[in-house]
Protein backbone atom coordinates (compact mmCIF):
# COMPACT_ATOMS: atom_id res chain seq x y z
CA UNK A 1 0.00 0.00 0.00
CA UNK A 2 3.11 2.24 1.29
CA UNK A 3 4.40 1.64 -2.56
CA UNK A 4 1.24 2.76 -4.31
CA UNK A 5 0.78 5.70 -2.22
CA UNK A 6 3.93 6.53 -3.42
CA UNK A 7 3.59 6.04 -6.69
CA UNK A 8 0.34 8.11 -7.10
CA UNK A 9 1.82 10.98 -5.05
CA UNK A 10 4.59 10.99 -7.62
CA UNK A 11 2.30 11.24 -10.43
CA UNK A 12 -0.10 14.12 -8.64
CA UNK A 13 3.24 16.41 -8.27
CA UNK A 14 3.94 15.86 -11.64
CA UNK A 15 0.14 16.78 -12.28
CA UNK A 16 0.55 19.90 -10.38
CA UNK A 17 3.60 20.66 -11.94
CA UNK A 18 2.17 20.19 -15.90
CA UNK A 19 -0.38 22.87 -14.66
CA UNK A 20 1.30 25.45 -12.86
CA UNK A 21 -0.45 28.24 -10.75
CA UNK A 22 0.16 31.95 -10.85
CA UNK A 23 0.38 31.74 -6.92
CA UNK A 24 1.21 28.46 -5.18
CA UNK A 25 1.79 27.93 -1.91
CA UNK A 26 2.27 24.79 0.79
CA UNK A 27 0.28 25.57 3.85
CA UNK A 28 0.92 22.64 6.54
CA UNK A 29 0.81 19.51 4.18
CA UNK A 30 -1.46 21.60 1.84
CA UNK A 31 -0.58 22.88 -1.70
CA UNK A 32 -2.83 26.15 -2.13
CA UNK A 33 -3.53 27.45 -6.05
CA UNK A 34 -4.67 30.72 -7.27
CA UNK A 35 -4.42 31.63 -11.03
CA UNK A 36 -7.14 34.13 -11.74
CA UNK A 37 -9.77 31.56 -11.53
CA UNK A 38 -9.06 29.74 -14.65
CA UNK A 39 -9.77 26.07 -13.89
CA UNK A 40 -10.50 24.81 -10.29
CA UNK A 41 -7.17 22.88 -10.89
CA UNK A 42 -5.23 25.45 -10.67
CA UNK A 43 -7.57 27.55 -8.22
CA UNK A 44 -7.93 25.13 -5.35
CA UNK A 45 -6.11 23.81 -2.38
CA UNK A 46 -4.85 20.15 -2.69
CA UNK A 47 -4.29 18.15 0.85
CA UNK A 48 -1.03 16.24 -0.88
CA UNK A 49 1.24 15.56 2.39
CA UNK A 50 0.94 15.12 6.13
CA UNK A 51 -0.07 17.85 7.97
CA UNK A 52 -0.15 18.56 11.71
CA UNK A 53 -2.35 21.66 12.37
CA UNK A 54 -6.23 21.20 12.77
CA UNK A 55 -7.79 21.28 9.75
CA UNK A 56 -10.68 23.20 11.14
CA UNK A 57 -8.15 26.38 11.27
CA UNK A 58 -6.52 25.53 8.03
CA UNK A 59 -10.12 25.17 6.29
CA UNK A 60 -10.81 29.17 7.94
CA UNK A 61 -7.14 30.51 6.89
CA UNK A 62 -7.49 29.38 3.28
CA UNK A 63 -11.52 30.61 3.32
CA UNK A 64 -9.24 34.21 3.68
CA UNK A 65 -7.00 33.64 1.41
CA UNK A 66 -9.21 33.20 -1.60
CA UNK A 67 -11.57 35.70 -0.33
CA UNK A 68 -8.39 38.72 -0.81
CA UNK A 69 -8.01 36.77 -4.07
CA UNK A 70 -11.87 37.69 -4.50
CA UNK A 71 -12.37 33.96 -5.75
CA UNK A 72 -14.66 31.32 -4.04
CA UNK A 73 -12.97 28.57 -2.10
CA UNK A 74 -12.26 25.41 -3.74
CA UNK A 75 -10.64 21.82 -2.64
CA UNK A 76 -9.59 19.05 -4.45
CA UNK A 77 -9.62 16.10 -2.60
CA UNK A 78 -7.82 13.14 -3.22
CA UNK A 79 -8.85 9.26 -3.31
CA UNK A 80 -5.57 7.78 -2.03
CA UNK A 81 -5.11 10.63 0.41
CA UNK A 82 -7.03 9.74 4.19
CA UNK A 83 -6.26 13.06 5.10
CA UNK A 84 -8.46 14.59 2.05
CA UNK A 85 -10.86 11.94 3.63
CA UNK A 86 -11.00 13.04 7.12
CA UNK A 87 -11.20 16.68 5.09
CA UNK A 88 -14.00 15.73 3.04
CA UNK A 89 -16.55 15.23 6.14
CA UNK A 90 -15.31 18.71 7.62
CA UNK A 91 -15.82 20.29 4.51
CA UNK A 92 -19.20 19.19 4.65
CA UNK A 93 -20.29 20.15 7.89
CA UNK A 94 -19.26 23.43 6.89
CA UNK A 95 -21.58 23.17 3.61
CA UNK A 96 -18.79 22.84 0.94
CA UNK A 97 -20.54 20.59 -2.40
CA UNK A 98 -19.03 18.20 -3.75
CA UNK A 99 -18.79 18.46 -7.65
CA UNK A 100 -17.20 16.87 -10.23
CA UNK A 101 -15.41 13.71 -10.39
CA UNK A 102 -12.45 12.81 -12.26
CA UNK A 103 -10.04 9.82 -13.06
CA UNK A 104 -6.40 9.66 -13.58
CA UNK A 105 -6.13 6.99 -15.74
CA UNK A 106 -2.18 5.29 -16.18
CA UNK A 107 -0.45 3.75 -18.75
CA UNK A 108 2.38 1.20 -17.75
CA UNK A 109 6.17 0.83 -18.10
CA UNK A 110 5.40 -2.47 -20.47
CA UNK A 111 2.92 -1.00 -22.73
CA UNK A 112 5.43 2.44 -23.13
CA UNK A 113 7.82 -0.25 -24.15
CA UNK A 114 5.66 -1.83 -26.60
CA UNK A 115 5.38 -0.72 -29.92
CA UNK A 116 1.82 0.55 -31.34
CA UNK A 117 0.50 -1.21 -34.57
CA UNK A 118 -1.47 1.41 -35.48
CA UNK A 119 -1.14 3.33 -38.55
CA UNK A 120 -0.59 7.46 -37.31
CA UNK A 121 -0.90 10.20 -39.77
CA UNK A 122 1.26 12.87 -39.51
CA UNK A 123 2.11 14.65 -35.71
CA UNK A 124 4.20 18.31 -35.84
CA UNK A 125 5.41 19.45 -32.75
CA UNK A 126 4.17 23.58 -32.97
CA UNK A 127 5.53 26.85 -30.93
CA UNK A 128 3.32 27.83 -27.53
CA UNK A 129 1.74 30.85 -29.90
CA UNK A 130 0.65 29.17 -32.73
CA UNK A 131 -0.21 25.60 -31.06
CA UNK A 132 -2.62 27.87 -28.75
CA UNK A 133 -3.91 29.51 -31.63
CA UNK A 134 -4.83 26.13 -33.39
CA UNK A 135 -5.97 24.80 -29.44
CA UNK A 136 -8.31 28.15 -28.79
CA UNK A 137 -9.90 27.82 -32.29
CA UNK A 138 -10.52 24.15 -31.78
CA UNK A 139 -11.94 24.76 -27.89
CA UNK A 140 -14.20 28.28 -29.28
CA UNK A 141 -11.83 29.93 -25.72
CA UNK A 142 -12.18 33.75 -25.04
CA UNK A 143 -9.57 36.38 -25.44
CA UNK A 144 -9.21 36.42 -21.36
CA UNK A 145 -8.79 32.63 -21.09
CA UNK A 146 -6.58 32.20 -24.03
CA UNK A 147 -4.03 34.76 -22.21
CA UNK A 148 -4.28 32.77 -18.98
CA UNK A 149 -3.64 29.82 -20.65
CA UNK A 150 -0.68 31.15 -22.61
CA UNK A 151 1.00 32.88 -18.92
CA UNK A 152 0.20 29.40 -17.98
CA UNK A 153 2.04 27.25 -20.41
CA UNK A 154 5.17 29.67 -20.00
CA UNK A 155 6.04 28.37 -17.07
CA UNK A 156 6.21 24.93 -17.92
CA UNK A 157 9.57 23.39 -17.19
CA UNK A 158 11.05 21.41 -18.90
CA UNK A 159 10.02 22.07 -22.31
CA UNK A 160 6.26 20.51 -23.02
CA UNK A 161 5.44 18.71 -26.58
CA UNK A 162 3.19 21.07 -28.21
CA UNK A 163 1.99 18.35 -30.58
CA UNK A 164 -1.05 18.78 -34.09
CA UNK A 165 -2.08 16.08 -35.64
CA UNK A 166 -2.57 16.48 -39.62
CA UNK A 167 -5.34 14.82 -41.93
CA UNK A 168 -4.32 12.90 -45.06
CA UNK A 169 -4.59 16.64 -47.05
CA UNK A 170 -2.66 18.29 -44.53
CA UNK A 171 -5.05 20.28 -42.20
CA UNK A 172 -4.86 20.06 -38.56
CA UNK A 173 -7.32 18.08 -37.11
CA UNK A 174 -6.65 17.41 -33.44
CA UNK A 175 -4.16 18.59 -31.05
CA UNK A 176 -3.04 18.13 -27.27
CA UNK A 177 0.03 19.36 -25.16
CA UNK A 178 2.43 16.72 -23.62
CA UNK A 179 4.71 17.03 -20.06
CA UNK A 180 7.61 14.82 -19.79
CA UNK A 181 8.99 14.91 -16.26
CA UNK A 182 11.46 12.08 -15.38
CA UNK A 183 9.96 9.45 -17.39
CA UNK A 184 6.21 10.53 -16.15
CA UNK A 185 4.46 11.27 -19.58
CA UNK A 186 1.04 13.80 -18.98
CA UNK A 187 -1.38 14.26 -21.65
CA UNK A 188 -3.77 17.45 -21.80
CA UNK A 189 -5.78 19.57 -23.88
CA UNK A 190 -6.05 16.90 -25.95
CA UNK A 191 -8.95 18.42 -28.17
CA UNK A 192 -10.23 17.85 -32.34
CA UNK A 193 -11.80 20.62 -34.72
CA UNK A 194 -15.54 20.04 -34.24
CA UNK A 195 -16.49 19.46 -37.50
CA UNK A 196 -13.84 16.93 -37.52
CA UNK A 197 -14.73 14.49 -34.19
CA UNK A 198 -15.96 11.24 -34.20
CA UNK A 199 -13.27 10.66 -36.87
CA UNK A 200 -10.55 8.78 -34.88
CA UNK A 201 -8.34 11.68 -35.20
CA UNK A 202 -7.91 12.03 -31.32
CA UNK A 203 -7.27 8.39 -30.67
CA UNK A 204 -4.70 8.91 -33.70
CA UNK A 205 -3.34 12.05 -31.60
CA UNK A 206 -3.16 9.88 -28.23
CA UNK A 207 -1.00 6.68 -30.14
CA UNK A 208 1.27 9.14 -32.03
CA UNK A 209 1.98 11.42 -28.74
CA UNK A 210 2.58 8.14 -26.56
CA UNK A 211 5.00 6.76 -29.25
CA UNK A 212 7.03 10.28 -28.78
CA UNK A 213 6.90 9.88 -25.47
CA UNK A 214 8.16 6.50 -25.59
CA UNK A 215 10.97 7.84 -28.05
CA UNK A 216 12.17 10.18 -25.72
CA UNK A 217 12.21 8.11 -23.00
CA UNK A 218 9.13 7.78 -20.96
CA UNK A 219 8.59 5.04 -18.60
CA UNK A 220 4.74 5.38 -17.59
CA UNK A 221 1.93 7.90 -18.60
CA UNK A 222 -1.23 9.76 -17.26
CA UNK A 223 -4.22 11.59 -17.78
CA UNK A 224 -7.49 13.16 -16.43
CA UNK A 225 -10.84 13.08 -17.46
CA UNK A 226 -13.93 13.59 -15.94
CA UNK A 227 -15.98 9.95 -15.29
CA UNK A 228 -19.24 11.16 -16.95
CA UNK A 229 -17.28 11.45 -19.94
CA UNK A 230 -18.39 8.21 -21.07
CA UNK A 231 -16.87 8.38 -24.93
CA UNK A 232 -13.45 9.80 -23.92
CA UNK A 233 -13.24 7.07 -20.70
CA UNK A 234 -14.08 4.59 -23.36
CA UNK A 235 -11.43 5.51 -25.76
CA UNK A 236 -9.19 5.54 -23.27
CA UNK A 237 -9.62 1.89 -21.99
CA UNK A 238 -9.87 0.64 -25.47
CA UNK A 239 -5.66 2.19 -26.22
CA UNK A 240 -5.21 0.46 -22.64
CA UNK A 241 -5.28 2.99 -20.06
CA UNK A 242 -6.36 1.91 -16.41
CA UNK A 243 -7.62 3.86 -13.22
CA UNK A 244 -4.99 5.41 -11.12
CA UNK A 245 -7.00 7.42 -8.82
CA UNK A 246 -9.48 9.84 -8.86
CA UNK A 247 -10.16 13.39 -6.88
CA UNK A 248 -13.24 15.80 -6.79
CA UNK A 249 -13.63 19.36 -5.75
CA UNK A 250 -15.67 20.63 -2.46
CA UNK A 251 -16.94 23.94 -3.17
CA UNK A 252 -18.99 26.39 -1.07
Known amino acids: MQKAYAQERRIEEASLNSWPAFQQMLFDGWVVRSTKGYTKRANSVTPLYPSFLPDQDKVVACENFYQKQQQPTIFRLLSFSPASHELDHVLAQRGYQRVDHVLILGFNRDQMQAKHLYDTLSLETLSLTVWLSLFSQFRQLPDEQHD ?43 TTAPEERNKGYGTQLLIAMLDWARQHGASQAYLQVANTNQVACHIYTKLGFHELYHYWYRIR
Open 148 to 190: IHSEMLKRLVPDPLFAVLHNKDGLPVACGLGVLENAIFGLFDI
